[in-house]
DNA sequence: ATTATTTTTTAGGTTAATCTAAACTTTTAT
DNA sequence: ATAAAAGTTTAGATTAACCTAAAAAATAAT
């Protein structure tokens, strides 16, 4: 049984080194976690300890597969339970996010199968990001920044890549959504913003930062 | 801001104090909150700081008005996840004791909020036993043990008193259910054990133990 | 190839919540 | 009223998760 710190590194750990592609450093982690290096180093040897992560001194650590796999479960937590407040209690975008770092560390297996079907097993939360299925696995879907997307051609906004609470405002403010069809109709060379429009119906300006944050399906 | 720990002290010293009227003694406190009586003397004394109960050494501590209503809270929290988990995810009575110990310990105005409207603001929880408002204050009904209630009189089962899964379990078994309408139908001297119709269709035996953790209205 | 800078680890402390063992109060029994 | 028993508190440790300051290793700059 993992301590609510620990679910928080491992999960901290899964997404800084991209799902366990790459090393994580202790800064960086000390960085996500609001804690001091000292404080990391401590923690990652106890992980490493419990053979959850691979530690190797100055060179940071490695998830393994048990490390990997725990991630995930609290990943699949979190974005259900995400899924719940907005689809069932009513709660907008970027309320979620904070409320769902607590719910995702409840311990019970049989809560989190009931909250599936409730939610019709839901893929992807209010995000557009996937829904880990109860071994872990994930529903990779190819999609591109908006920015990287060819001008006059239709697409579809499936997930925000900065999900931060003003970013999510913004959004909604100018009428941007999951799953809203879209087109580039206007890229300003200079500093690469865009005139959006959205289902046909109204145009936008966005900045090019707000472009990349953007993911799309042709 | 209260701890986990905190918290449940509270919610101990609350219910062990029947609603904060008699003072509670160190060594039930170690009891309930299943540690040791030095422990508990540290807590108390850290609640007390923070005037939440009033400790005088060796006599036990009474509740005071901010740690009744802490108190109040955490139990609103948690009889709404009960009922959430019986009338939305299909969970049994018997099963959902447990998690609500750990989503009652969710900060979230808000989440409580939304969650009670979305129940459809229940007065009470799935085991009978009411739902304090948001300002703590609960409805008090009058209810009596089923084993005190005349025989051949019908009556109401309202709550259970002992909520222990087993027991719970047992009552479903037998068809015993909160808001069913019984009569005791039989009544033995010798160990006042009963026999009780349910709904006119069904009799069954209980026994005085389990009559005295019944509560019913007339 | 040294030296300087950055990154990371180690050493030694702190706080919350626990524990055991010993000391102290209150209550009960003689 | 005194002694025994029961209940409670104090004293001193332990563990998890953090901290600061100093030491060590890796990386970058001259
Ligand atoms: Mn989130
Ligand atoms: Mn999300
Ligand atoms: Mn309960
Ligand atoms: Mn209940």
Redesign the interface.
């Known amino acids: 049984m993992l301590s609510y710190t620990e679910e928080n590194y491992l999960k901290a750990i899964y997404h800084l080194s991209g799902a366990g592609e790459r090393p994580v450093l202790t800064n960086e982690l000390a960085e996500t976690m609001q804690t001091k290096p000292a404080s990391v180093t401590d923690m990652v040897k106890k992980l490493s300890a419990k053979n959850l992560i691979a530690y190797e001194k100055y060179y940071g650590v490695n998830l393994l597969k048990q490390g990997k796999l725990q991630a995930l479960q609290i990943i699949r937590k979190h974005r259900l339970w995400e899924t719940f407040?907005v689809n069932?209690?009513?709660?907008t975008w970027d309320?979620v996010h904070?409320?769902a770092e607590?719910?995702e560390h409840?311990?019970?297996g049989?809560?989190i199968e009931?909250?599936d079907k409730?939610l019709e097993y839901p893929t992807v939360d209010p995000h557009g990001h996937p829904i880990p299925d109860p071994s872990g696995k994930i529903k990779e879907v190819k999609q591109i920044p908006l920015a990287d997307f060819p001008a006059y051609k239709k697409c579809t906004i499936r997930a925000v890549k900065n999900g931060s609470p003003s970013f999510l405002q913004y959004l909604s403010k100018i009428g941007i959504y999951i799953e809203a069809s879209v087109s580039i109709v206007d890229k300003v060379e200079f500093d690469g913003s865009l005139e959006v429009s959205i289902d046909n119906k109204k145009r936008v300006f966005i900045s090019r930062e707000a472009a990349q944050n953007l993911m799309v399906t042709g």
């Open positions: 407040l069932k209690l009513g709660f309320e904070e409320v607590q719910l409840i311990q019970s049989l809560l009931k909250l409730f």
